[in-house]
Each structure stands twice: as C-alpha cells, then as structure tokens.
DNA sequence: TGGAATGATTTCAC
DNA sequence: GTGAAATCATTCCA
C-alpha cells in the first residue's frame, strides 16, 4: 500500500454517473479518450476486486500486489473512501446527537447541592444548615458534630475529585493511543477525520458512564453520612436520671390529669435542662406522650414507680404545708379535673380487675 | 450480644 | 394543633 496516511478529507463533488460516490475528479475527462481509458482502468479494478475471493491465497496475493501498484489505486481509495463518508457516517451521525442523560443530571445536581462538586463552600454549607435547623439551634456540641460532618464531607470531595482527575487523565491518554492507532491504521484502510471524532465521542461516553458510577457511589456516600449525622433519630439521648426524676414526680403527682400546660412544659423543660438534641418543649410532650401510653398499656408494671412517687409528693406536699408554702412543681391548668378522671378511667379499664381496685382506691386517696 | 427501655417520628382521628 | 397509638432507631444493661 501508499506509504502516505490517507486520511480521509470532505469531498463536495458530484457522484460518477452509476457510482454515486465518485467524486467529481474521477469524472475529470470523461468526453475525451483518456477519460474513456481511466473509466477502463476502474472497470477493471473494480472487476478484480470484486473476484479476489473467489481466487486462491497465493493468487490473491499476486493480484492484492498488483492493485496496490496499479497506477489508478490512489484514485480508487480515495472514493471508497467518498462511499463510505457518505454512507456508514451519516447513517451513524444521526444518531449521535443523544439528550443529556436524567440520571447524569440528577447525580451532578445531587453533588453540586451538597457541595462535593463545585467550588469549595466550607464542604456542605447546606446541609450544615439543615443540620443545624434539624436540631433546634446549634448547640456546643452540634457545631462539634458539624464540624466532623463537614470533615468527612470534605474527604469525600477529596476523594472524588481525585477519582475524577484520574478518569480524566485516563480517558484522555486512551483518546490519543486510539488516534494515533487511527492515523496509523489510516494507511491501510479509509479513515476519516469524523470517524475519529466518533470514536473519540464513543470513548468519552464509555468514560462518562464510569463517571457516573464514581458520581453514584459518591452520592451514596454523602446521603449515609447525612442519615448518619443529620437524622435526627440518632441524636436521641436519654435524659440523665434527675430530668427523668423530675419528669415522673410531675406525671405522677398529675396521674388524674397528666396533660402539662405549654407553661408547665416550658418549665419542665427548664427544670430538666434539656437542650441541644431534645428541644425544649417537644421532647416534653414526647416524654409525657410516650409515659402516658406506656402507663396506660402496663399500669402494673408502673406501679412501684407510681406508689413511690406518690409517697414522695406527699411528703413533699406535706413539708410544703407546714412551710405555709405551695408546692414546687410546675402548675396545670386543670389538673384532676374532668378529663383527668375520664383518662384514669380509661386507663383503669386496661387493668386487671383486681389492679383497678386497688388504682381507684389509690385514686381517691389522692383527691 | 440480645432484649428491654426509651426518645422521636409518623399516622390517624378529633 | 393535639393526643393516641404504632413504629422506628438508639441506648442501656444483664
């Protein structure tokens, strides 16, 4: 074959007559005898290609020589060349043209939102927000834990854009192996400038879909460190003994009525000193929710607890009497009224018989 | 380590 | 909006 690379290059010409993809020079002189004789020489290439296999190796052989010598050859190739740019190609070309990828789009949204991707923001400025938000008020602690949240989103930024930078490095070293081995191959068989376009396009697709599986793993990882550090579930903390001491003395000596005022919550929640993950008046009324539900399911086995601070009140009751001062425990505004005896009630009927006899005498020895 | 205890959330009814 | 009930998820403890 010609030691020259032929790359091949646009053609604007007209077809041949019969052989639409003949450019306009293979037509050149076509009224005069040279042109007759080209037209000739074609006909027979054409001729002998078209039987090469029908012939054995070695005679294959003897005439793949003779081609690669005929004076006509360069002319030849370079409309296989037109045929196949005009064919193959803009069947394929249309089909190039894809929309973005959704799932792609997401993955970049997801990443740039939670600061991974994109410039450097403090690593997840966002979701230190909503961090912070979720647990009613930064706390000392929560800006410790935020701070922690924010270092290993950052390692992960880290180890994504290492990642990608060698994706990048790599598709772009295997970008120029698979063109140089195209301007190599290039001497031997048609190859055009588009095709080698199409297959760099074809690269950075198989790159890309690699990238958005690093993109996905990513993903996953800033949403487990999220549920990890942001869900508020996890910041459950028990109350220390004296909150929950002083929690049950209030439920307890309100067992008719054990509903707490906004008022009583708020001081309750002063009194138990309860901040940061349990916020304020809520996990008050999540712990008189969860008490009373509790008690009403098992009232036998809250007994003990019940008659202990009962006694307790008492004591306390009768201390503050002698004092000629009220009792310190938070107000309600209706305690042991109506619908504290209907809630005791109710939760009478949950008990054996034997225990409610013994929870309504309990009962009217405390009105 | 498994089960109990417990704080928080969700769903539903009022 | 509040409370009941169910459920989840974490913490505690034998």
């Known amino acids: 074959m010609d030691e020259q690379p032929r790359l091949m290059h646009s053609h604007t010409g007209v077809g041949m007559a019969g052989h639409p993809g003949l450019p306009q020079h293979m037509q050149e002189g076509t009224g005069g005898t040279d042109g007759d004789g080209r037209k000739q020489d074609i006909g027979d290439i054409l001729q002998q290609i078209m039987t090469i296999t029908d012939q054995s190796l070695d005679e294959a052989q003897a ?41 792609l789009m997401r993955l970049d949204n997801m990443l740039l939102a939670e600061g991974v991707s994109g410039p450097e923001k403090g690593g997840g400025s966002a979701a230190a927000a909503a961090a ?13 834990e935020h701070s922690d949240y924010r270092a290993k989103l950052s390692q992960i930024r880290q180890i994504y854009h290492t990642e990608l930078e060698k994706y990048e490095q790599a598709c772009n070293e295997f970008t120029t192996h698979v063109m140089n081995l195209l301007r190599e191959q290039s001497r031997t ?45 996890r910041k459950r ?18 067992l008719s009525n054990p509903y707490p005022s906004e008022e009583a919550k708020e001081e309750l929640a002063k009194k138990c000193a309860i901040t940061v993950a349990q916020v304020h008046r809520r996990s008050v009324s999540n712990w008189f929710g969860n008490k009373r539900i509790r008690y009403k399911k098992n009232i036998g086995k809250f007994q003990e607890e019940a008659n202990m601070y009962a006694a307790r009140t008492a004591v306390n009751a009768a201390n503050a009497s002698s004092h000629g001062s009220q009792a310190n425990s938070p107000s309600t505004p209706n305690s042991a009224g109506e619908t504290g005896s209907l809630w005791l009630c109710s939760a009478i009927k949950l008990v054996p018989p034997l225990f409610s006899i013994f929870l309504l005498s309990f009962y009217l020895r405390l009105n």
Not at 132 to 144: T, V
Not at 197 to 220: A, D, G, Y
């Open 63 to 103: 005439r793949k020589h003779a081609l690669n010598c005929h004076r006509m050859k360069p002319a030849l190739f370079n409309v296989l060349c037109e045929i196949k740019e005009k064919t193959v190609l803009s069947i394929r070309g249309a089909q190039e043209e894809e929309p973005p990828d959704p799932q």
């Open 189 to 233: 068989r048609p190859i055009s400038p588009k095709e080698i376009e199409r297959m760099v396009s074809i690269i950075h697709r198989k790159f890309s879909s690699i990238q958005m599986q690093l993109k996905q793993s990513t993903c996953e990882a800033v949403m487990i460190l999220r549920s990890r550090f942001l869900d508020a579930r």
């Open 132 to 144: 912070a938000a979720a647990s009613g008020g930064a706390g000392a602690d929560n800006s410790a």
């Open 237 to 254: 903390r028990n109350f220390n003994k004296q909150a929950t001491e002083i929690l049950n003395e209030y439920f307890y000596s309100h």
